[in-house]
């Protein structure tokens, strides 16, 4: 059940966010980019050695890139392993249990640094995304920002299929709640950490609805989300089985619009 004690953080939280903005001179802040991972032996050394080579050349902040294996039963635990022993600014975290959620969640939780992320393993979203993506975040602008595929500016390649049943589900979400963000799906996604850590142990999915949750809870308790238009290629082999993934969307839009009854809106202007 989300609680409204959150709800007068929320302006706490930005305070804390302007408050990095205005040190950033002083310290630099640091950013913690996960990749959640289950059975992606195939592509998981070719995408963090891209990774790895961009954010060493392009993010002029400290950054750790985790390998977030949720219950793999393949070889990639071993993969993510050897990279971390490897490459410098790569670490790995083992789940047992699967779930893309339960793997942000706890990489999240147990992160130090100033801004948490991730981004899905086969880099669909263009690097070149990731800088606009944390710009309002160690501004003080946003706690939240988010990769959207439906904005003025993007440049998307999927199947027709996939296009189709993304946008039937956006336009779902915008309709069942008002929302003010476009896509609640994309795998780009950014926060504070202090927003994470009182936002994450509200939100009850461990699945791929999670990000839905995480967004809906945040623009309802009164965070600032920030969307950046991005380039994005639909992964062919992707491991999301769609029609058992668009049925536990559907029953967590169901469960939270039944919570949200119970819950007053509230923005962080109302605080006293």
Partial sequence: MWTLQVASEASADQRAGSAVGRGHSARLASVDVVIPAYNE???LESSILKLQAYLTDHLPIPWLIVIADNASTDATWEIAQALSDLLPGVTALHLDQ??????L???????EADV???????LSTNLRCFLPLLAPLLSGHSELAIGSRLLPGSRIRRQPRREILSRGYNALV???????FSDAQCGFKAMTRSAAQRLLPLVRDE???????????AERLGYRIFEVPVDWI???????????????DLRGLWR??????HIRPTTAEEEP
């Fill in 174 to 180: 915008h309709l069942t709640f008002r929302v003010g």
């Fill in 234 to 248: 639909e992964d062919l082999d992707s491991r999301v089985d769609i029609p058992r993934t668009a049925l536990e």
């Fill in 41 to 43: 032996e195939a592509q």
């Fill in 207 to 217: 699945s791929w609805f999670f990000d839905t949750e995480l967004l809906l809870l």
């Fill in 98 to 103: 699967k779930g893309r959620g339960l793997a």
């Fill in 105 to 111: 969640r706890t990489a999240w939780l147990a992160s």
């Fill in 256 to 261: 939270v619009r039944r919570q949200s009854w």
């Fill in 116 to 122: 948490v992320s991730y981004m899905d393993v086969d």
